[in-house]
C-alpha cells in the first residue's frame, strides 16, 4: 500500500495443505482472535538483499509463454507497453486465485457481503477520495538518456539506471496515475470520467445501498473483484506492475472503539491465507509501515510481502483507514454515511478496515512459489508444486496410447470428471512427456487408462509431486480424487 506523505504517493483516501483457515475458524465476528502471530513470526529483515533467485524469475517466464499462461499483449502487433494476456492456462489460473479469495471473504463468512462497481466514474468520486488531487508519483527524467522513472522506487535516487549516470535527473514532479476518458460522444468536460485506480471507492459510495437494502450490521465488510487502472511511470517486472491489473479488496466497517483489535485480526488473517494456499513461510513476511509512511487519516498499515527474485515486494496492504473514506463521501456527496443503532439510538461513523491485494500480482507470486526443478532418473523434472486451490487443472486424463480402444474410454472418463473438476485431456507424445506436461502445468494428478483398464475397470492415479501411483476402480475416481482435493 502507498502511504500518503510528503513527496509519495497519496493512496487513495490511500506446503499444500487441504483444509483452509476459514474452514477451521468459527466466524465469530463479535470476538476478533487474540494476539497475532504475524508480528512474532514474520519481523521483516533488514534489507532485500539474498533475495529469491534472479534467474527464477527468466524460468518463470519462459514457462508462462510456453505453456498458455501469459503472452505479451497484441504480440503481432509487436505488443504493447507491458499490458499481458492471460492464456487458456493462465486464465484457470487467474481464476482459482480469485475464487479461492472469495470463497475465504465472502462465501465461508456470515459478515461479508460482495459488490460489482462500475469501472467507469465521475470526477465526483475521485474528488471526494483525494485522487484527483493526490494520486500521484514523484517522476523523474533523466537529462542525459531521457529516461523516466519513479523516484521512489529507485534503489539509488541519484542514478539513472538506464544510462548509469549519476546528477542527470530533473526535479521531481507529481504525476497523476488516473486514466482519464470521455463517456458520451462529445469531448467536453461535462463528460470527463475517470478509469478506477482501485476498486475499493465502490464499497465506499455503495455503503448506503448495502445498509439500506441488506441484513448486514457492523461489523460487516462489502467485498470486491475487479480491475483497477493506473498510468504506471515504470511498469514491469512482467506482471508485477502493469498499468492494467486486478485487485481483491474488502472494506470492514467496525466500530471505532473496535477498529485496532479487527485491524490486527485482518492482518492475521490475510498472512494466514497466503500460507494456507501453499506460499512457503520463508518467502512471506508482513511488514508494518513506519510512522513516516502512513497516511494521516490511517493509525496502522501493514504490508503482506512475497519475496519474488529481486527481493521482497508487496502482494497485499491491510489498513486501519480510520473513518476517512465515508466522511468525504459524505461531505461531498451530502448523504449521511453512518451507522444508525435502532437498540440505543446512537448514530456513529463506522471506521474502516481494509485488506487491498492484487488478484494479477498474488497468481505472479503463486507461480514463484510454486517453480520447482528436480533431478528424476538422471533427467530434469519442472514442476510447478500448486496448492490443489490454485492449480489451473486439477485433473489430466491421459490413455496409454492413442488406439481408440483406449481413447474412446478415456474421453469418456474425462466427460465423466469434468463437471467435477477442471480437467485436461491429453493423447499425444509418450506418457512420459505428457507427465512432464502436466507437472509444469501444474495438475495435481493424472489419471492414466491403460490396456489391463478394459479388463479391470480400473486406471492409475498419479500424483504429481511424489509421483506415486494408485490403483482406483473408475466407478471411484471422482470421490477419491475429491477427497484428495477436499
Ligand atoms: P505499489 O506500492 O506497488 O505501487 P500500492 O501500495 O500503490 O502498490 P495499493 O494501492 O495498496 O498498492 O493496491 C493494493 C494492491 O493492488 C497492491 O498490493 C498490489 O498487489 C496491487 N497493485 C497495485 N498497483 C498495481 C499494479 N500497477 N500492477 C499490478 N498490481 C497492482
Redesign the pocket.
Known amino acids: 500500500?502507498?502511504a500518503a506523505v510528503a513527496g509519495r504517493?497519496v493512496?487513495h483516501g490511500?506446503s499444500a495443505t487441504t483444509v483452509s483457515a476459514q474452514d477451521r475458524l468459527p466466524v465469530d465476528r463479535r470476538t476478533p482472535r487474540g494476539p497475532v502471530a504475524w508480528t512474532a513470526m514474520s519481523a521483516p529483515s533488514a534489507s532485500n538483499d539474498g533475495a529469491g533467485s534472479p534467474e527464477l524469475f527468466d524460468k518463470v517466464v519462459n514457462l508462462t509463454k510456453r505453456r498458455g499462461f501469459v503472452y505479451p499483449s497484441a504480440e503481432i502487433y509487436g505488443g504493447f507497453r507491458s499490458t499481458y494476456d492471460y492464456g487458456p492456462v493462465g486464465v484457470l489460473l487467474l481464476r482459482n486465485v480469485k475464487e479461492a479469495w472469495w470463497r475465504s471473504m465472502v462465501q465461508l463468512r456470515d459478515d461479508v457481503v460482495g459488490l460489482d462497481a462500475s469501472i467507469l466514474s465521475p470526477p465526483r468520486v475521485w474528488e471526494a477520495s483525494g485522487h484527483l488531487a493526490n494520486f500521484t508519483d514523484p517522476l523523474v527524467d533523466c537529462t542525459n538518456c531521457n529516461a523516466r522513472w519513479r523516484l521512489d522506487k529507485l534503489d539509488d535516487p541519484d542514478q539513472c539506471p538506464n544510462c548509469g549516470k549519476r546528477g542527470t535527473f530533473t526535479e521531481p514532479r507529481q504525476f497523476n496515475l488516473m486514466f482519464k476518458t470521455h463517456a458520451g460522444p462529445v469531448e467536453e468536460a461535462a463528460a470527463v470520467a475517470y478509469l478506477r485506480p482501485?476498486t475499493a471507492q465502490g464499497m465506499f459510495i455503495n455503503f448506503k445501498n448495502v445498509i439500506d437494502t441488506t441484513r448486514v450490521r457492523p461489523p460487516f465488510g462489502i467485498a470486491q473483484i475487479g480491475k483497477s487502472f493506473?498510468n504506471?511511470i515504470t511498469?514491469g517486472n512482467f506482471v508485477?506492475?502493469?498499468r492494467e491489473?486486478e485487485?481483491m479488496e474488502m472494506e470492514y466497517f467496525v466500530h471505532p472503539d473496535e477498529a485496532e483489535r479487527w485491524y490486527e485480526y485482518w492482518c492475521n488473517e490475510r498472512f494466514q491465507w497466503y500460507l494456507d494456499h501453499g506460499m512457503p513461510a520463508d518467502k512471506l513476511r508482513m511488514r508494518p509501515h513506519d510512522p513516516d509512511e502512513l497516511s494521516h487519516y490511517s493509525s496502522g498499515t501493514a504490508d503482506v510481502e512475497f519475496l519474488f527474485p529481486w527481493g521482497w515486494d508487496?502482494?497485499?496492504?491491510v489498513a486501519n483507514r480510520g473513518d476517512y473514506d465515508l466522511t468525504q463521501h459524505a461531505k461531498h456527496s451530502g448523504e449521511r454515511l453512518e451507522w444508525y443503532d435502532q437498540a440505543t439510538g446512537e448514530r456513529w461513523v463506522p471506521h474502516v478496515i481494509e485488506p487491498?491485494?492484487?488478484a494479477?500480482?498474488t497468481a505472479m507470486a503463486f507461480l514463484m512459489a510454486a517453480y520447482d526443478e528436480e533431478e528424476v532418473r538422471g533427467e530434469k523434472r519442472t514442476v510447478l508444486r500448486f496448492h490443489h486451490r490454485i492449480a489451473p487443472y486439477k485433473v489430466a486424463v491421459l490413455p496409454l496410447s492413442k488406439k481408440p480402444e483406449l481413447t474412446g474410454p478415456a474421453r469418456e472418463l474425462a466427460a465423466r470428471l469434468r463437471p467435477h473438476f477442471m480437467c485436461d485431456y491429453d493423447e499425444t507424445q509418450s506418457i512420459g512427456r505428457r507427465y512432464r506436461r502436466q507437472d509444469e502445468l501444474g495438475t495435481p494428478y493424472c489419471v492414466t487408462f491403460d490396456f489391463d483398464s478394459l479388463e479391470d475397470r480400473a486406471v492409475t492415479v498419479r500424483e504429481r509431486d511424489s509421483m506415486e501411483q494408485e490403483r482406483v476402480p473408475i466407478d471411484e475416481v471422482v470421490d477419491h480424487l475429491r477427497e484428495l482435493m477436499a
Open positions: 500500500m502507498t504517493r493512496v490511500t482501485e493506473r504506471e511498469p508485477f506492475r502493469t491489473f485487485q508487496e502482494l497485499e496492504g487491498a491485494a492484487g494479477t500480482r
